[in-house]
């Protein structure tokens, strides 16, 4: 690969410029993805490798691979984000065609970057869901998460079906990092406004689909799930299973005990060893609480 490199940019926004842009090193870009959840869609690899571009920019992750690309063209930067996706040869080509420069930047720090970039983008697109923030609800689940896990020290908790962010608020008050995810782009919109939602932490995805956007972190919550039912639950069992999918351990919260139950069966049938708690603390949406764990080995 040509092209001349450039040391790692660091990842302090400045002014309301936004990370992408700091990182860069650009006044601004526009990304060629029209949604977070399109980043995974090689169909933006290929209009990215359109030859109209005098100018190209390419990051590098710690471990130099690509992980994003940007072409200036008459109308200014465009970028193409690749934590996702791969790039293309064609699209390789294209670079060193208008010999481009190399920038290089941890791909944690890209991520929170691209996350912020879609979420603000959304946040001006779509009108906010009305308020849906019961306030007792804050300690409920601070006692339910601390009751499991304790407070946290800065590590990453996944937020499955967030919301509007009462769980990631709770996360973050505890010491955790939230990553949060959800297909409700208005509750997402009002979490943001509200800041329980932080836009360098929030998705936009399919959460049975969440495994194709982030890498597996040590924990992770799903509460308030249901309503689980005969007509739903292979909805929620793939929900569910791409929660297991990028968590160690996983704390999920339902109505019902026969709820309960259904998470602890496709918990066990993905390796998990399940314990079912009932909350007294609440007698409806947190009533009853499945902790699953890596299986012992037999």
Known sequence: MTGSSRPRTGCTSEGNKLKAATILELDEVTFIEP???????????????????????????ENSDPIAVAFHEPGGWIAGSF?????????????????GEIYQEDRAVWDT??????????????????EDLNPARKG????????????????????????????????????????????DASLLTLGIEKGRLLPEESMCIDATQVAAYTRPVPRGIGI?????????????????????????E????????????????????????????ENPGDAFYDHWVCIARPAPAK
């Open 140 to 183: 409920i689940l601070a006692d339910v998460i601390t009751g499991v896990w304790g407070r946290g020290s800065g590590g990453t908790c996944i937020d499955c079906g967030c919301g509007s962010g009462v769980g990631s608020l709770v996360l973050r008050e505890l010491g955790y990092t939230p990553l949060s995810y959800d297909n």
């Open 113 to 130: 970057a691209v996350r912020e970039y879609f979420s603000l983008r959304l946040a001006t697109e779509v009108p906010a869901a009305m």
């Open 250 to 277: 996983t704390l999920i919260t339902v109505g019902t005990e026969p709820e309960a139950s259904r998470i602890q069966q496709w918990g066990n049938k993905a390796g998990r060893s399940v314990e079912i708690r």
């Open 224 to 248: 308030m799930m249901g309503e689980i039912n005969p007509f739903s639950q292979e909805m929620w069992q793939q929900i569910v299973n791409g929660l297991f999918s990028v968590t160690k």
């Open 35 to 61: 949604s977070f959840a399109a980043l995974t869609d090689p169909l933006y690899t290929d209009l990215l490798a359109r030859d109209n571009a005098d100018e190209g920019r390419m990051l590098v992750d």
């Open 83 to 99: 934590a996702c996706r791969r790039p293309s040869l064609a699209l390789i080509d294209a670079f060193e065609q208008v010999n």
